[in-house]
């Protein structure tokens, strides 16, 4: 009998959903789509966080527009590799990608989604409204998108991530990533007044819109803060990657001291629009607003230098562990850049000085980041899946037959 006879009355393999037709070579790409996570889209967002920090600097040369707008691109390319990857790791691995939406560490990541969604649509506003690229009404419509976006993001994480009992122990700051995409509401509101007609009352929604969430956002965070001083009382400083985490509390009192002053500055122009409350309002919300704005910061800022301190002997120095390290960019955005309003309000130009030195900072800690996340990315020690096994198990039923069916024609 021919082979090609043994090949067609030999007995056909059960293809089953839980083990590969036939075990075979994992391409290099199929890894990288398997092994991706959330924990990427941090690189993003320390992207934006540096041109956020420059456009704050005061005396703004035109040639450190050009910089800021290279970083904005950079940031816009990282987005769509991340959701493009992610959107692929959905199709092909679907088991994967559930993996990571419920995992009690790497899931927190995900709301980071529409956070890096924020630091575009800031960017746009500062680098495509004034060349007349998009207008103030798409920009509106944007504002809208993410404040739907954050809510159910955040409120569908916290679903998830609320199902099951977490360790007292092992809590670390960065749990409050599943409240930040509504805490930066407030962030993105006061943007997108910048280009929008006050005398338009629409701007009295949004203005609304930014105060609510802002409280929301930072009132949650703050809780979250509370248990991480709890945390340490029991435990000490936080060690290996968790030590990131410290500077994560450093966001929700810095982005809502920027957020309280620029939302004031809009209520003084706003609020006499529509005679609401007292024709004082928005002067008597701007007051209040720079004094609660300077509680909080100094609060930020203690958070930073708690953090900083032991920060050299606590972190694990591994390649490895390099995506925690970008929690020493974003979360320091809020309070640095209301250091720049400081000087404005209270016209000390030392203020400014240092701004521009955290700013220099800043922009050293990204390169030094994204160096060392390429050199990790490169070497396989991170977005990648190294056993082949793990791969082929978590291929869905579909890639599966495919694969079948290709390989048994090509043993016919």
């Known amino acids: 009998m021919s082979n090609r006879s043994l090949a067609l009355t030999s007995p056909t393999p059960t293809l089953t959903s839980d083990s590969p037709p036939r075990s075979r070579t994992v ?48 940031n816009l390319v990282i987005f769509f590799i991340n959701c493009t990857t992610l959107f692929l790791q959905a199709v092909l691995y679907p088991r994967q990608a559930w993996r990571l939406l419920t995992h009690p560490v790497k899931g927190i990541f995900v709301p980071l989604i529409a956070l890096s969604f924020a630091t575009l649509l800031i960017g746009t506003i500062n680098y495509a409204v004034p060349h007349e690229l998009i207008s103030a009404e798409a920009i509106y419509g944007l504002f809208w998108t993410y404040v739907a976006f954050s809510v159910f993001t955040c409120f569908f994480m916290l679903m998830v991530w609320f199902n099951k009992p977490h360790e007292l122990t092992e809590f670390s700051p960065a749990y409050a990533f599943l409240i930040f995409p509504m805490m930066l509401v407030g962030i993105v509101a006061f943007n997108v007044l910048r280009v929008m007609d006050h005398e338009d009352h629409r701007s009295l929604g949004v203005l609304m819109t930014g105060y609510f969430f802002q409280g929301l956002g930072f009132f949650m965070t703050f809780f979250y803060i509370c248990i991480y001083i709890i945390r340490l009382i029991m435990t000490g400083f936080l ?21 309280l002053i620029n939302l004031g500055e809009h209520a003084t122009r706003i609020l006499p629009q529509y005679g609401i409350i007292s024709p004082l309002a928005g002067e008597i919300w701007y007051a209040s607003s720079i004094m609660a704005a300077l509680l909080l910061f100094g609060l930020a800022v203690f958070f930073f230098i708690f953090g900083a301190l032991p920060y050299w002997w606590k972190v694990h120095k591994n390649l490895d562990e390099i995506l925690g390290c970008w929690a020493l960019t974003f979360p320091n955005v ?17 203020f400014y000085y240092v701004h521009i030195v955290l700013a220099i900072c800043m922009c050293v800690t990204w390169a030094i980041l994204f160096i060392l996340t390429i050199m990790a990315f490169v070497k396989g020690l991170i977005f990648n899946t190294r056993n082949d096994e793990d791969v082929l198990q978590d291929e869905s039923v579909i890639a599966r037959a495919k694969q079948y069916m290709v390989s048994e024609k090509s043993a016919v």
């Open 334 to 350: 809020g309070w640095i850049a209301t250091l720049r309003l400081f000087g404005d309000i209270f016209n000390v130009r030392g």
């Open 27 to 74: 391409h290099p790409l199929a890894r990288r789509v398997h092994g991706w996570s959330w924990q990427a889209f941090p690189i993003g967002m320390g992207t934006g966080a540096v041109y956020l920090t420059l456009s704050g600097i005061k005396d703004h040369p035109p040639l450190l527009v050009h910089v800021e707008t290279v970083f904005f691109f950079i």
């Open 239 to 259: 060690q290996g990657h968790q030590a990131n985490g410290a500077f994560v509390v450093c966001g929700p009192p810095g982005f809502t001291a920027l957020a």
